[in-house]
């Protein structure tokens, strides 16, 4: 067996009949089939390539070895998000990206891997935990998304007391609302939050951080540190004409709604939908829209879908499924009709140098301009730190998007006693780059605490 | 750091009166051949180790490279062969390691392996080992590639009254020291074998060394793998392959017998381990595992016995030894009916038919395709022999009970 093993996916008109997950993951010949595969290299460069630190040749060997209890331990000894992690992880940009069986034919799964264990735990139960008494000086951190879960496991796992404050009802921030659940079921999420509530950190939800919960009261309450892991809440909009008409939502709430979570503003998706984006979230947006019942739905992007920022995996599933791309096209208006969506007004756009994708590389071609019908546009075009936010904490350094400025060491604030992790640091964050910085961070504030 | 907690079970084993901290050591074989090597292996977590065979500094040790050829089935190396020696190291240089060892890592078990030619250099080879420090002595009667007993490929392990021999005159130098003879599989009843040298002294068992083979022969030259300038000789084979008759022996010996074991031959995983410990090993020696993947094994076998020991309720390693021995009855003591019937899930199967062909050609034909082109047993027909679950690549048949 010398090529990677095929992934089982739900067929498509059932995958459009609700939001079950769509890769049904390995059986336990599969998993041994692909683990056989695998080389088990000296200094494994998968392991180089893991963000998180997972020593993937030792899990991999674990299933080779059939010891899959000891190969858990390995995943959430670096990762207490490892299930999470084995669904959505851009697996082709990291460890399999590294993985020497290209040479021979194609990577491993690896993520496929790291998720048959995850899962393979959930059925049979995970062992007691083995902690130390959290003596040390207790923590908050605000925020119960990725990097606020990973650096809150690690900070309970060295020993201090831990606080989570979120402001959502719900524990697991964009991992509940910013990723479909055709990817990432809510059980699994749930598991992996009750890993961290079971290891004795402690939860408190619908606290948002605002006014009466700053960092400073935080440190006036008692906690020796403060990590900001509140992530980005709010969603970008164009400032094109018409994006206050009805029939025009943000990405995030359409995603919120599939996920079963309130919108912040009313969602109604109609039948013919496009999706103004480009990165995987639009995709994902735009595959989720057809489960909300629309009938035709299209990206537009500034690029083709080769050219597109978003995964493979995400992309592949959005063909498969029936979603359309209007490539190379830059929307200038939202047109409507008695205040509802009637369709969207394009320009298409050629680069000004070949090979670099990016919005200033974009150039309009004249007289292209074109109009789509829609009666839905919804705008995914990424997240912005959250407005409230700046005003209950003006006193931190920020870049000019609103996010925060950090020590890269340590991810230490511009005030004392006050670091930041994850989506709020700006730039393309994945899951597990959340985790590897909450891992980080919270290291450095067991160091900045003494110990 | 793990957040979880670890099983707590008792991996310590007792052998020849000596504490091992785990039922894992290297076997005397190319991983023990230095000081260095040995060193490394303490690091990750071996119990113990037995120090490559070696000899007086004035005995010649010839070894035609290369020694080592893989048997291969359908691309994947089930096994390795070798024309390999004992050591090129003298005795001087392993009492250098055992002292350098023993300093090193005190409750580490280091044992020599030794191999003479007189009575003399049996017995020299034995004080030195004592002088060294050595916790045990093996003795080499069983190399297959360098035996030659009275001029012919005959291993002293073969005949019950050279082994006694040979054995009687260790133990008469030994001073108390625990003396361990290594036996072949290549004799016809391995507990006479066993018996002859308990009877001279020895203070436990080591089963079993390589077994005779002859690795393969090279089709263009029509000589023995490895090829040597265009001949080859018989080898030791070792790994995966020995894994049934190591457990065959394994369990003779537990039967026939009541010296303690140490198993040699074959074993790779946890699974492999816990298997031989159900047949009696009290040891686990590892050689060809560790060539294959690195000494940092002992801990994917230290996890999973534990886990597994655990998981039946064992709190020491020691509860499992002979565990399985009850069970290993006569042929004419099972019984003579069928017990099971073939079963299909279709939900994985590929309808590659692999089943169905075994089945016709080779079972009891009980096998038809059905409307979907799904297999299907008929259950009269059916003898449940078990055959087709080990032909599915699906996994995808079990056999239930009839």
């Not at chain 1, 079921?185 to 408190?204: A, C, S, T």
């Not at chain 1, 301009?369 to 995914?380: E, F, G, K, S, Y």
């Not at chain 2, 050829?69 to 390691?97: P, T």
Request: net charge negative; with cysteine; proline share 6%.
């Amino acid at each position: 067996m010398s090529v990677a093993m095929k992934a089982t996916l739900l067929p498509v008109p059932e995958r459009l009949k609700g939001f079950d997950e769509v890769d049904q993951g390995f059986n336990l010949t599969q998993a041994t089939l692909e683990a056989n595969r695998c080389l088990l290299c000296d200094n494994a460069p998968c392991t180089e390539g893991c963000p998180a630190g997972i020593d993937v040749r030792g899990f991999i060997r674990k299933i080779r070895f059939g010891e899959y209890r000891g190969g858990v331990r390995l995943l959430r000894e670096e990762n207490i998000l490892a299930g999470t992690c084995g669904r959505v992880c851009p697996t082709e940009e990291l460890c399999e990206e590294a993985c020497r069986s290209r040479a021979l034919t194609n990577p491993i799964r690896i993520g496929a891997l790291q998720r048959f264990l995850t899962d393979w735990e959930m059925e049979v139960g995970r062992r007691p935990f083995d902690l130390p008494p959290a003596t040390l000086k207790p923590v908050a951190v605000v925020g119960a998304g990725p990097a606020g879960l990973a650096a809150a496991a690690k900070l309970r796992e060295v020993g201090h007391p831990v606080t989570i404050f979120e402001k959502r009802g719900y524990a697991g921030g964009t991992l509940v609302s910013g990723i479909p659940r055709f990817k990432l079921p809510r059980d699994v999420v749930e598991y992996e939050v009750n890993l961290v509530r079971d290891m004795g950190v402690e939860f408190k939800l619908n606290a948002p951080a605002d006014e009466s919960l700053t960092p400073r009261s935080l440190l006036n309450q008692g906690f020796g540190a403060v990590l900001l892991a509140v992530g980005l809440q709010e969603a970008y909009t164009l400032g094109l004409e018409g994006e206050d008409l009805e029939g025009v939502h943000t990405g995030i709430d359409v995603l919120r709604v599939a996920n079963g979570l309130e919108p912040d503003q009313e969602v109604k998706i109609g039948k013919n939908v496009i999706v103004i984006g480009g990165g995987s979230a639009s995709v994902n947006v735009a595959c989720d829209a057809l489960r909300l019942g629309a009938k035709t739905v299209i990206v537009t992007a500034i690029g083709t879908p080769a050219e597109m920022d978003a995964f493979e995996e995400d992309k592949q599933q959005s063909l498969e499924e029936g979603v359309q791309f209007a490539s190379r096209m830059r929307p200038v208006r939202i047109l409507g009709e008695n205040g509802h969506v009637t369709g969207l007004e394009g320009v298409r756009t050629e680069w000004k140098v070949p090979g670099k994708y990016t919005p200033d590389n974009m150039v309009d071609v004249p007289g292209s301009r074109l109009v789509m019908p829609a009666d839905t546009v919804i705008i995914a075009i990424g997240y912005r730190p959250d407005t409230a936010l700046s005003r209950c904490i003006p006193e931190l350094e920020t870049m000019a998007n609103g996010c925060l400025l950090v020590d890269p060491e340590t991810g230490r604030t511009s005030q004392e006693g006050v670091f930041a992790a994850g989506d709020i640091l700006g730039g393309r964050h994945t899951v597990v780059q959340s985790v590897s910085e909450g891992k980080a961070t919270a290291l450095a504030i067991h160091e900045y605490l003494g110990k | 750091m793990s957040i979880y907690k670890a099983p707590d079970v008792d991996l310590s084993m007792e052998y020849c009166g000596l504490k091992f901290d785990s039922p894992f050591v290297l076997a005397s074989a190319p991983p023990t051949d230095t000081y260095e090597m040995v060193r490394d292996a303490f690091r990750a977590g071996w119990a113990g180790a037995i120090l490559k065979t070696t000899s007086m500094e004035d005995y010649v040790v010839d070894i035609a490279y290369p020694c080592i050829a893989g048997f291969r089935f359908q691309g994947k190396v089930l096994g390795l062969g070798n024309i390999d020696n004992i050591s090129e190291f003298h005795m001087d240089e392993m009492e250098h390691a055992v002292r350098s060892l023993k300093e090193e890592f005190p409750t580490k078990v280091v044992a020599t392996s030794i191999w003479g030619t007189t009575k003399e250099s049996w017995q020299t080879l034995t004080r030195r080992s004592i002088e060294a420090g050595a916790d045990y002595l093996e003795v080499s009667m069983s190399c297959p590639t360098d035996s030659p007993f009275e001029g012919k490929h005959l291993m002293v392990g073969q005949v019950p009254e050279e082994a006694y021999k040979i054995v009687s005159w260790i133990v008469e130098a030994a001073d108390g020291l625990p003396v361990v003879p290594k036996l072949t599989s290549d004799v016809t009843d391995i507990v006479s074998i066993a018996r002859a040298v308990k009877e001279a002294g020895a203070t436990a068992l080591t089963a079993c060394d390589s077994v005779h083979g002859l690795i393969g022969i090279d089709l263009d030259t029509l000589a023995p793998l490895p090829d040597i300038e265009g001949k080859g000789t018989f080898a030791g084979m070792v790994g995966a392959i020995l894994k049934p008759f190591e457990l065959r022996v394994l369990a003779e010996l537990g039967a026939g017998q009541d010296l303690k074991v140490a198993a040699s031959g074959g074993a790779t995983t946890w699974h492999d381990a816990a298997e031989y410990m159900g047949v009696g090993a009290t040891l686990i020696q590892v050689c060809t595992a560790v060539m294959l993947y690195g000494v940092d094994i002992v801990n994917d076998l230290k996890e999973g016995l534990a886990y597994f020991l655990e998981s039946k309720g064992m709190k020491s390693a020691e509860e499992l030894v002979g565990k399985a021995l009850p069970n290993i009855v006569p042929h004419p003591a099972l019984n003579p009916i069928k017990h099971a019937v073939a079963s299909v899930d279709k939900s994985r199967c590929t309808k590659c038919g692999r089943c169905i062909i075994s089945c016709q050609d080779g079972g009891h034909q009980a096998y038809k395709i059905d409307t979907d082109g799904y297999p299907e047993v008929d259950k009269d027909k059916c003898y449940g022999c078990g055959l087709c679950p080990e032909v599915c690549p699906a996994d995808c048949i079990t056999m239930e009970p009839r």
